[in-house]
């Protein structure tokens, strides 16, 4: 055998892999993010728990039982809880007072426990614990995620619109329109936010809707601005070229054309904005301009809670494990979108590297 | 065409200067009617002041007067540099409360987006040198709790075990409280914490791109240390996306003070503009909106140049962004 | 040393550093004064330091809140008892400058003016002969009762024989300020380089948002007494804030603006808590020009469906009065009974009213400002009336000054939250709220029978035919017409540790001297 009949022979190329759609591509790089997928995950439970609300066997998040205030979370019926803790009040007053218990104190005691037996109202079960009204703070946590849910999706999304839009405008057209909408973005960031955000309640009345208005009002404007970054970058792109050659309408080149190539940052600016607009909403709350009574949403739970973190910690731990863990995943989701979206990451791959 | 300054940096400096001070007199002309629109005014209180008084004290300080006059009122005065008597703190003028609460706004956040800066840079670019190790991941898990838990549980949470628990430091007040400079900790490392996270998330990614980039293989291949690959290449590319984000941490340390001084009874700037919100203290609000639009525009400002600086690529045409 | 042992000796450090300095007193005073003139403020935190730094006629005892002798030393009243002459003490201002009747004729007269712009100034106008015309620019001062007939003796003729005449004149609209200072230095005379006082403490410093700070006035006629060395009055607004601050002993003494509401239950049980029902009114005030609650039978539909006792037992738990009156027992003056809890009646006179069931109620918004503690009793008042009459209130809070003009300006609310400080310890500052077209007659609550009772008791002299007749008043504006839902009178609160600290007593008016306070 000659040494070139030894060479082992190449086989043939393998096929090329069949063409994949960004999106598909994108979902395969995503897979591959372990903690990206556990946020999203997470964040259905989210959804499911949150949205699927009224449908779950909860407690009517806005009725108050006297009896039941600030008791901390069991798994025991309401009644027991309630007896021990006002048995353990007792053991500390009289300790602090050095005496045995009064004839009074005794018999309000035998009375609870008797109200305890009978009442089926104290068969309730609280598992996060209540309110200083005696709330079931397990069904105002799950009522108040759809707020703050609601929130920073529809603000999101308002914020989305308005930023990617006007930003692209901006970014194609450049010159007056350029200048003026940037002057525009420049102008809403300097005025008084608080100042506006109470003008534009009291103008417009205090519901859910004008809340999440009123934080979308200014949360588009940095997404504006990166959009208009972006677009500028892609302008001159051959892509552009070409379409333009072939007679597309600015709104056709903006929108079908450079709005896509955006969709990248775009997303990962979306995902990164939820958890602002939950903040922004419990900033509001803690200026108490958020939510209306009955109603509460995270931030003025945790807002409330911070209040008696001493005396009832659970008030604040369920609401603030909830927000955290809910923004913690948002976050950790946007990573991953970044990662698979992001076309000149080094991450995964089509290839793999 | 017109003959114009000759350098480039002086032309973009005046342009930008030019437009800077448009946006500037915009925002202080909405702001100025804005105000005007909410429901109340300065003067409302529980039990209602008599109309004549009302009056009386509304000739004195002009709001009777058309606001286009009152609007000209104001124009001349600032052009005086007079902020006018505040509505509200009737003793003060406008210009002291202002000049008394911008030193310890200004501390807390200078301090703030620092050591946020420092500490988030220097965090971030070990743990992406030790990606996947435990500093890489304890790390991380940290910056994410550090940007999702909201100021005003940090602050309380702080407080609680520091300066309640354990009398090591006091619990509020502002330098010139008894405990002097401790009374600063606090503050500062509450709204530092959500900063210096984020902008170690933001270089730990970045400085991974940039691990990997051709210029940073080649400094390598030609046999530099370690530290200098890092320090003079591998940063210099990696910071440029932590300096777009400073634009929005400054937005977000002005409304963070806010929060931290209501938690940390600091007498600053934002706490004072929100009284004066709350209040309608239409001249300290006005005062306030200056100093805010004039900070940020400066911010924006420095943020521009520091593009110029860390990416000569970026010309300082009217296309950067 | 541990980090423990180490927090004890800081601790140690601490406390003996505050032992030294024994005599200087912090505490927080709530939001920042809107001015350190007298003349013209109105709020509690603004009083608190006026009365450290100015003296009137007269002041307020520490134990009973009674008036007792301030700058005057003893005075004589006229058989028709509308004329007052006082002797004051030979004193001077904390500049050296001698205090003379003029100057108590120039501060009064200061209020008085239009120009002045004092909130106050119809405490003097509707009460001192001639002072109404000159406060609206009707007339000159020289006509105004109020004389200096010698250095030392003033002389003041009332309108009436005013039963509340000396407890009015330790307001602080009644204080002596130094004129001649206010002319010298314009706005500025109250900063601490150009102040006068001719209180048991002078000015020393003022940090806007910050702290006020007053050293002990050696020129005070009765400095021998004063036993503190300074107070700081702090400005902090957050409650919590200040507790915080309290339990960490960088504050002396816990005011109401340092006692959360929401941790009452840890607070009331502590050694240094103390409390004494006050006379401040907390209710809700109908807007009887609006439907439904242009029909009395709704009104009292409402009130009578609220147990005011587990409100006050189960969510207010700090000793609140509950009450269905309005002004509270004071005298000879006996609060009316009101309209007590009884739901069957209420559910009836709902059904008379045209809703059975509360089938068919109209919306209906209840109003209050800001604040977790309104927000809990808003709430409990939604859920008692949902399950008692079986109707839906929205609740609705507004930020402060959207919520003052909704109340007082444009009057678009049906139930708004309020509540009444007295300015003088006499039921006519409740009642008079009522009258038609009252500056502070946000209801627009109308009815001529009480306007001819309450014209009628102005012209009486205190006594049992006066109580009456302002008894009969209330009746027919709790009972009869339920203008309003009173729900409880406030407990007036505070923390401080009797054994370091004396001259601080819980009193009904909620009035502390600073001039009575020492450490011990």
Known sequence: MTPMEALPVPAAPDPLPPPVSPAAVAWRRLRGHRMALASLVLLALYALLCLGAPLLPLHPYAEQVLAHENLPPSFQPAGITLLATREAELRQLLAAEQRPASPRERTQLAGLARAVASDPVHRRIYLLGTDALGRDLLSRLLYGGRISILIGLLGTVTAMLLGVALGSIAGYAGGLLDTVIMRGVDILFGLPYLLVVIILMALFGRSVFNLFFAVALLSWLTLCRVVRGQVIGLRHAEFVTAARAMGASPARIVFRHLTPNTLGVIVVFATLMVPEFIMAESFLSFLGLGVSAPLASWGSLVADGAAVMELYPWQLLGPAVAMTGFLFAMNFLGDGLRDALDPQSRRGGVHGR | MKRGPKSPMLRFLLRRGLSLAATLFLVITLAFLLIRLAPGGPFASEKQLPPEILASIQRRYHLDESVPRQYLRFLGDLAHGDLGPSYRYQDFSVDELIRDALPPSMTIGALALLLALVGGVSLGTLAALRQNSWLDYTAMALAVVGISVPLFVLGPLFKLGFALRHPWLPTSGWIDDRRGWLTLILPVATLTLPYLAGIARLTRASVLEVLRSDYVRAARAKGLSEPVVVLRHVLRGALLPVLSYLGPACAGILTGTVVVETIFAVPGLGRLSVQAAINRDYTLIMGDVIVFAVLLVLMNFLVDLGYGFLDPRIGHGADAP | ?520
């Open chain 3, 1 to 520: 040393m541990t980090a423990g042992r180490g927090a004890r000796w800081v601790l140690l450090a601490l406390l003996a550093a505050r032992a030294l300095c024994a005599q200087d007193f912090v505490f927080n005073n709530g939001p920042e004064p809107q001015s350190l003139d007298p003349a013209r403020t109105s709020g509690v935190p603004e009083t608190r330091i006026s009365d450290a730094l100015f003296e009137g006629l007269v002041v307020n005892d520490a134990r009973t809140g009674a008036p007792v002798p301030g700058l005057a030393e003893r005075w004589t009243i006229s058989p028709d008892l509308k004329t007052y002459t006082f002797t004051l003490r030979a004193t001077t201002w904390s500049d050296g400058t001698p205090l003379t009747a003029q100057d108590v004729v120039d501060a009064w007269l200061r209020v008085l003016e239009p120009r002045t712009g004092a909130p106050y100034a119809y405490l003097l106008g509707d009460s001192i002969q001639g002072a109404s015309a000159f406060s609206h620019g009707r007339g000159p001062a020289a006509d105004v009762a109020i004389r200096a007939l010698d250095p030392r003796t003033f002389r003041v003729t009332f309108v009436g024989p005013l039963p509340y005449a000396l407890a009015m004149l330790t307001h602080n609209a009644f204080m002596v300020t130094p004129s001649f200072a206010v002319r010298r230095y314009g706005p500025g005379w109250t900063r601490p380089g150009h102040f006068v006082g001719n209180g048991p403490y002078v000015l020393k410093a003022w940090k806007p948002q910050n702290k006020v700070v007053v050293v002990k006035n050696p020129r005070y006629w009765d400095a021998r007494d004063i036993h503190l060395a300074s107070i700081t009055f702090l400005a902090i607004e957050d409650q919590n804030v200040a507790y915080d601050k309290y339990l960490a002993h960088e504050i002396d003494y816990a005011t109401e603006d340092a006692i959360p509401t929401a941790r009452i239950d840890e607070i009331r049980l502590r050694p240094d808590y103390h409390h004494v029902p006050g006379s401040t009114v907390y209710y809700f005030l109908f807007n009887v020009t609006r439907k439904p609650f242009d029909d009395v039978r709704v009104r009292k539909a409402l009130a009578m469906a609220i147990d005011r006792q587990e409100l006050v037992d189960g969510v207010l738990k700090a000793g609140e009065v509950a009450t269905a009156g309005f002004v509270p027992t004071m005298g000879g003056f006996h609060t009316t009974r009101g309209n007590a809890f009884d739901l069957d009646q209420a559910r009836r006179l709902l059904a008379q009213a045209g809703y059975p069931g509360g089938r068919g109620f109209p919306p209906c918004t209840v109003v209050y400002n800001t604040s977790a503690r309104h927000r809990t009793i808003c709430e409990w008042l939604q859920q008692t009336w949902r399950r008692g009459l079986g109707i839906d209130v929205q609740l609705q809070n507004l930020e402060w000054n959207t919520f003052l003009d909704t109340k007082q300006k444009t009057h678009a609310f049906q139930l708004a939250r309020a509540s009444w400080l007295a300015d003088y310890p006499d039921p006519s500052n409740y009642l008079d709220l009522f009258r038609t077209g009252a500056g502070n007659n946000d209801g627009r609550y109308s009815n001529p029978a009480f306007d001819r009772l309450m014209a009628r008791a102005e012209t009486l002299a205190p006594g049992p035919v006066r109580d009456r007749t302002l008894e009969q008043a209330e009746t027919l504006l709790v009972d009869q017409d339920q203008a309003l839902i009173p729900l409880f009178f406030y407990v007036n609160k505070f923390l401080l540790d009797d054994r370091r600290w004396g001259g601080i007593y819980a009193n009904t008016i909620d009035i502390h001297h600073p001039r009575w306070w020492f450490a011990r």
